[in-house]
């Protein structure tokens, strides 16, 4: 029997990852009959140092699905971001945190969204609901999803159901949330590895509205000035794309985790959608108090089309 694939969104985050692992446990244990984790990129350094200290091997790498395979899709929904043959493949359900775009089913579907934080705080309320005990190191991969998402519950995204889950997910996994917390997100601070191509590719989303298309990218350090060392040579990876992909904007976020504070790269025919708001010099824009692309940086391009 053709096994069930569950994976995230393209360029895969934390949530994306650990999310696709907890998702296939769950269901898994719900249908008696293996549901396979899987990715659509490579994993980032803050996902590999919480698949390390959990002991859980990453998920295959899948490009793309066969018509009538059978998936879940967990983290998105927008067929933009998501593998190659979506259109011809069999959805069976979709567990989000997102908006709704770009998205239609010719059958119907398990369709379960929150405007919370995190995917695995929606998961974290499936476990309970269907009565699924959590297994320690899926509730720790959970956790890190959680913690990532919400910049250990920093983000303007965090809601108490995200800090709920938190705080129960954290006794199954019996760590130290602040501690761990902290280690995982210094984890993923590390960029100097990438090379510029990688480095606006790492968390980087493709959408679309009204055939104005666009990404929005992001990269979380300690030190944005460490990132913008390299300003020119990512400047010329993101023209690259632009040209490749037919863009009118992409829009490349550094976050400053410890200050919660972004400057973003914006390059385009269509910077004004970020200009109308914050000024940009150089094509960098000045970005205080943003962390959130879903709640802070999406709604204003969203806006300003």
């Given at each position: 029997m053709e096994k069930t694939l569950v994976f995230g969104h393209k360029n895969p985050d934390t949530d994306s990852i650990c999310s696709s692992i907890a998702m296939a446990n769950l269901q898994?244990?719900?249908?008696?009959?293996?549901?396979?984790?899987?990715?659509?990129?490579?994993?980032?350094?803050?996902?590999?140092?919480?698949?390390?200290?959990?002991?859980?091997?990453?998920?295959k790498l899948i490009e793309k699905v066969e018509e009538a395979q059978k998936v879940i899709l967990v983290d998105h929904n927008e067929f933009t971001q998501s593998v190659d043959g979506i259109e011809n493949a069999k959805i069976l359900a979709v567990v989000d945190h997102h908006r709704i775009n770009n998205f239609q089913t010719s059958e119907p579907l398990f369709y379960y969204a929150q405007?919370?934080?995190c995917t695995s705080t929606v998961l974290f309320e499936l476990f309970n609901t269907n009565n699924i005990k959590i297994e320690q190191n899926i509730a720790g991969l959970m956790l890190s999803a959680i913690i990532s998402d919400t910049l250990l519950l920093k983000s303007p995204?965090?809601?108490d159901k995200d800090k709920k889950a938190v705080e129960e997910l954290a006794k199954i996994a019996n760590i130290d949330l602040s501690t761990y917390g902290l280690d995982m997100l210094k984890a993923g601070t590390n960029l100097d590895k990438y090379t510029e191509q990688e480095l606006i590719n790492l968390d980087a989303k493709s959408m679309e509205k009204d055939n104005f298309k666009y990404i929005i990218a992001q990269v979380n350090t300690v030190s944005i000035p460490d990132v913008l060392k390299r300003k020119e040579k990512i400047e010329e990876e993101i023209k690259k794309v632009i040209k490749e992909k037919g863009l009118c904007l992409f829009v490349f976020v550094i976050?400053?985790?410890?200050?919660?504070?972004?400057k973003a790269i914006v390059l385009g025919e269509r910077t004004d959608v970020i200009s109308k708001t914050y000024e940009i010099k150089d094509n960098l824009a000045e970005m205080p108090g943003v962390v959130?692309?879903?709640?802070?940086v999406l709604p204003l391009v969203e806006k300003n089309i």
């Open positions: 898994t244990k719900l249908l008696g009959e293996e549901v396979v984790p899987c990715r659509l990129g490579e994993i980032n350094e803050e996902t590999k140092y919480a698949l390390n200290y959990f002991d859980v091997e990453a998920p405007p919370v934080g995204t965090t809601t976050t400053d985790i410890v200050n919660s504070n972004s959130s692309r879903k709640k802070q």
